[in-house]
């Protein structure tokens, strides 16, 4: 692959992660909270109950084990979040997003929205299928920059 290409994914790649970061969407949450929340949030969305075991969340964040324990830890401590054991196995631990959870977030995951309206109103329609797409690829490959996979 040419040099300069390569140069310029990597930039897009970590402009955006920045631009997200530092948007100030996730006010009073730290960035790995922000993103257990969301995913809790959309659980909640499709079924009523926001839950989600930790399992799922390795997987869907590509997070360290060790990370995702703390963002845990201090969810729960906010109350933004319980923890469950699960119902068939009593050994996986099931996380629900609360009512006080749900009150916090549903701002932040409005404003997200908003800058997610903006977006589409900068690249359009099509421009944005094909990110989702591109998006969508890259994380069923299970890419990960810690794994040094050439």
Same mark, same amino acid.
């Given at each position: ?21 530092? @948007? #100030?969407?996730? %006010?009073? !949450? *730290?960035?790995?909270?922000? $993103?257990?929340? &969301? ?5 909640? +969305? ?22 995702? @324990? #703390?963002?845990? %830890?201090? !969810? *729960?401590?906010?109350?933004? $979040?319980?923890? &469950? ?5 009593? +050994? ?59």
């Amino acid at each position: 692959m040419e040099e300069a290409l390569r140069e310029q994914i990597l930039e897009a790649w970590v402009g955006m992660t920045c631009m997200i970061k530092n @948007s #100030r969407l996730t %006010e009073g !949450l *730290t960035y790995n909270e922000a $993103i257990l929340m &969301m995913f809790a949030y959309q659980n909640h +969305r499709v079924d009523g109950m926001g839950e989600i075991s930790v399992g799922a969340l390795l997987r869907k964040t590509n997070m360290l084990k060790s990370q995702i @324990s #703390r963002t845990v %830890e201090s !969810l *729960t401590e906010k109350g933004l $979040i319980e923890k &469950m054991r699960g119902e068939e196995d009593g +050994r996986t631990l099931q996380l629900k997003i609360s009512s006080k959870g749900m009150a916090v977030f549903t701002p932040i995951h409005n404003r997200s929205l908003a800058m997610v309206d903006r977006v589409l109103a900068l690249i359009g329609t099509e421009d944005a299928e094909a990110f989702v797409r591109i998006y969508q690829q890259l994380s069923s490959a299970e890419l990960s920059l810690s794994k040094n996979k050439s």
